[in-house]
């Protein structure tokens, strides 16, 4: 112990124990940038290969980023050179009034970095390309585009357009107002879908399902739907002639309205329409299941080619294929409005009163 009564050791052991300190808060310090035109509502292209995503509306004028990442360091080295290796840090820039932030640009070779964004309220935001990560926007009243692979996606308080796709992940948005010209589109191949939206929403929906059920509080007068079971066409196959007749009946087509539907005048007797629909029903069910594996397939091989990409050229992840079949509800809320469209393979979908 010295002339001041403290011991050297203690002196270490306190340093030992801020140094990871000081580390996480130069880690959260803040990079801010600004619109070239602020007097436009600008754009945030946001490029995250791994790691959660928070973007906050606000009444900013510039773009704020917290992040458990280090910033890269923007100038030269004292050699004139950048370098372009740097791992565990991100890149945020501006040009035409689009802000980018970029982490991840080596791929899987980064480590996972959370970002806590505030923009202004007017913002579109685009996530560009994101592999494993949630994504959470609220009070953005631009455009919101949203592609990933693997994450669970939050919007709330929106009032613009919107896109948003994800392989495997749920889907939850509140929806503030909802522009004619500007419509909200949700897709999730694994995952379930909840829309909230004002008891006086007007609106158009539209809703697929494969494997899920679609479901609402809503009244059946404020909401009017139809619901129908579809495929995607194909040629149906023969049905053997019946004893007696000329011609082989022709089984009613996929995708029509089969509860609903009589015998055809062609039919010898109730059991042969019958036995004619449950073969179609049957047809219909391979073919949803085969597009189901077309899509996911295409999905994958999607994801597998981005991994290899250059990470400068992936302004977008590779749009999901369309899926066909399963059980659609298109209906009019209020009256009708702005589009609302939703699908899954595997979830449910479900539209609720905003509390």
């Known amino acids: 112990m010295n002339a001041t009564g403290f011991s050297p050791k203690i002196f270490l052991a306190a340093a030992l124990l801020l140094a990871p300190l000081a580390a996480a808060r130069a880690g959260d310090a803040a990079s801010t940038i600004a619109f070239s035109d602020p007097s436009k509502p600008g754009t945030l292209k946001i490029r995250v290969w791994h790691g959660d995503v928070t973007v906050r509306g606000s009444d900013v004028k510039e773009v704020s980023v917290k992040a458990d990442a280090e910033a890269a360091e923007p100038t030269p080295r004292k050699d004139g050179l950048r370098v372009l290796s740097t791992s565990s840090s991100y890149s945020l820039s501006e040009k ?44 953005v009243s631009g455009d919101i585009d949203v592609r990933t692979t693997h994450g669970d996606v939050r919007l709330d308080d929106i009032s613009g357009g919107a896109l948003v796709e994800t392989v495997k992940g749920d889907i939850r948005v509140k929806v503030r107002a909802l522009a004619p010209s500007k419509p909200l589109s949700f897709t999730s191949m694994g995952g379930e879908v909840f829309i909230y939206v004002p008891a006086d929403l007007k609106a158009s929906v539209r809703f697929r399902t494969h494997r899920g059920v679609i479901l609402t509080n809503f009244d059946d007068k404020v909401l009017v739907t139809k619901t129908e079971i579809s495929t995607r066409p194909h040629k149906a196959p023969p049905v053997p002639a019946t004893p007696g007749s ?54 994958r091989e999607g994801i597998e080619q981005a991994r290899f990409e250059v990470a400068g050229s992936l302004d977008k992840m590779p749009p999901l294929p369309p899926m066909t079949g399963g059980k659609t509800v298109s209906g009019i809320l209020n009256g009708g409005g702005g589009e609302i469209q939703a699908t899954t393979l595997n979830g449910d979908i479900t539209l609720k009163k905003l509390e």
């Open 246 to 299: 000329t011609a082989a009946p022709v089984p009613p087509a996929p995708g029509a309205d089969t509860v609903n539907a009589s015998p055809s005048s062609g039919s010898d007797s109730d059991d042969d329409w019958r036995d004619q629909l449950r073969t179609s029903i049957r047809v219909a069910a391979d073919e949803v299941a085969i597009a189901a594996r077309d899509a996911a397939e295409a999905a």
């Open 96 to 139: 035409g009034n689009v802000v980018t932030l970029d982490y991840g640009a080596e791929g899987w070779t980064e480590g996972s970095a959370d970002f806590d964004i505030t923009v202004p309220s007017s913002t579109t935001v685009v996530v560009a390309s994101s592999v494993h990560g949630d994504f959470t926007c609220s009070g």
